[in-house]
Every structure is written in C-alpha cells, then in structure tokens.
C-alpha cells in the first residue's frame, strides 16, 4: 500500500531513532499497523537515510541482510532484504564497538565488496557483478535490532534498516579475479576460541549472486550501488552477542583476518 503518507512515515523513523538515540528497545511495529509492509518499510528506511545524510552523514553502501540459511533461520524470516550504510557507522580500524551506545549488539562475520563501477539493476548477474567490483575484504558486522529480543517481521526489520550499527572491513582488499568465493572459507572466533565456520557459499550460494541481487532490489526502487560504495553481503554464520572487554575475530581463507574489540566500561566510546 503505497497511499501511506509520508508524515506517517516519519512518525515510523522517528520511533526508531530515538530507540537507538535513548537505547530503548521496541516491540514490533507491524503489529498495529496493518499497512506496513515491505514497500512502505523501504520507503521508511529511506526517509531514515535522508535525515542521516541531512544532519550531515554520508552514504557509504548498501548491506544485506538475511542472505545466509544461518541467518534467516535464526530469525525466521527467509527473505534477504538491503540497508543502507552510513559513514557514522563504520569503525575505524583498531577502534572498540562502543557498547555503552548500543542496545544489544552482536557480531557476524561478512565479505565485503568495494566498488569499482557503479551497478544497477534489473539484469545484473553475478558475472556482471563481479566485473563491478574493485576489491573484496573480510569484515565483521555490528547489528543492533532496535526491536526486542531481535524479534521482527520483514516489514520491521527493513524499516530499522537491516538492524545495523557498525560495520568493520579489513584495510587491504583482494582482486575479485581467480577468487573463488564460494570456497572462501572463514572462522569466527570469540576470545580465542572457535566459534563458528562457514564458507563463501553460504551467502546465496555465491557473494557475487548476493551482490547481484542488492543491485537488482535497489534498482527496483530507482537507487543503484555506486563506485567507490561499500557491500556487506550478509553475515555468514549467525551473530553472537558480545559483551564489555570481548575480542571477536575472523579469519578467512584468501581475505586475511580482522579483529574487533568490545569497549570495555560504560561511557567508553
Ligand atoms: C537482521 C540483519 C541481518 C545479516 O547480515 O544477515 C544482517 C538481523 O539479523 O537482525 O545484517
Ligand atoms: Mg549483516
């Protein structure tokens, strides 16, 4: 239902953001709203990225979600969806998840894509993708559902933008030539100790078709992936929750490893 107006869009992004402003869990959105579905979410979660980019954030890229069985099972959901990513979002390297800012978070390891060209669908294949790609990175995604217990419907979870937070992405890339992603292999450790593995194949059988699939979805709605953007394709293993002081590290086959560290006190940013 596309007659939803956008004042009541903005009534959505509003509850959202305080949510994440004052750490202040929510229950489902969709449960006394009839009309919020998938369309309207993504309308909301763009009038979200206005508002970041008009106090002065930047668009960075584009994030799935949910492209892994791992994922959608642990949620229930079985549709991969997009969110946008924010400059504010990204960690600098070495820097701590600032948990004190955070409502719950938890961590998933992800293949990351930077842009060499900018992709937009429909049509786009994963060789098309790939041929779009500049260079491919491990990084680690901070998800913060603002719904409690992480329990959201599709509708939800799009308008609070794929739950992300932060997002870190190791500094030196890899040429996506000769690669094979499917195979790239990579373990999640929390301090020290493994505490899950999975391959490339994980994520829609291939990053490169997840990454076809963002470029198809945003073309859907008008938007496209950009040169010089970032793509998290989706968490390939289920996200853990972390706490105060943790060390979460992945380590991957060809991608090298990347480790993040939990601030470790209250008021630590
Ligand atoms: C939804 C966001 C999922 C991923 O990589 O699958 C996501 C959630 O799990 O809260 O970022
Ligand atoms: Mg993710």
Known sequence: MNT????????LVDILMDAERTRRDLGR????????DATVAYRAQARQRERRLDAGDQWVGTKLGLT?????????????LTGFLAASMALPLGAPIPFAKLIHPRVEPEI?????SRLVGPGVTAATALAAVESVHAGLEVIDSRYTDFDFALADVIADNASSARFAVSPTGVSPVGLDLQLEACVLRLNGEVVDTATGAAVQGNPFEALALAANDLGARGEAIEAGQLVLTGGLTDAIFIAPGDSVSVEFTSLGSLTITVAASEGTT
Not at 4 to 11: H, Q, S
Not at 29 to 36: A, I, V, Y
Not at 68 to 80: E, L
Request: glycine content about 2%; proline content about 9%.
């Open 4 to 11: 939803v107006p956008d004042a009541e869009l903005d009534r």
């Open 29 to 36: 959105l969709t449960t006394d709203r009839p009309w919020l």
């Open 68 to 80: 892994s069985r791992a994922k959608q099972q642990r949620m229930g959901i079985s549709s991969p």
């Open 112 to 116: 990351v894509f930077v842009m060499k």
